[in-house]
Nanobody, 120 residues
Framework: QVQLVESGGGLVQAGGSLRLSCAAS?????????MSWYRQAPGKQRELVAR??????NYTDSVKGRFTISRDNAENTVYLQMNSLKPEDTAVYYC??????????????WGQGTQVTVSS
């Protein structure tokens, strides 16, 4: 009922920046409760990178001060600004949304993932 579509990944040198976008869309009324970014590096478990709720934001320690999550409510889009990128930030980044619809209540949705590669 709701789709999350990510964009903005790519290849960047260490120290560079990228901005990821995640747009939520659907044919029914929906309300975004929580939006998060996760990442999964090869051979590792998926980890939470940043989360935005109605109360505030939180980040995993390794990205604090470098990454910023933000949201455009009018466009139903969440962003992840990534600065001072490091090779260890290389991963597939996934958008995750806890989204409410009348039909299903609050359900967790995932985007398709976007590759971020940081070269040293």
């Amino acid at each position: 009922q709701v789709q999350l579509v990510e964009s903005g990944g790519g290849l960047v040198q260490a120290g560079g920046s990228l901005r990821l976008s995640c747009a939520a869309s659907g044919r029914v009324f929906f309300k975004i409760n929580i939006m998060s970014w996760y990442r999964q590096a090869p051979g590792k478990q998926r980890e939470l990178v940043a989360r935005m709720t109605n109360i505030g934001t939180n980040y995993t320690d390794s990205v604090k001060g470098r990454f910023t999550i933000s949201r455009d409510n009018a466009e139903n889009t969440v962003y992840l600004q990534m600065n001072s990128l490091k090779p260890e930030d290389t991963a597939v980044y996934y958008c995750n949304g806890n989204i409410y619809t009348y039909a299903q209540g609050s359900v967790e949705y995932w985007g398709q993932g976007t590759q971020v590669t940081v070269s040293s």
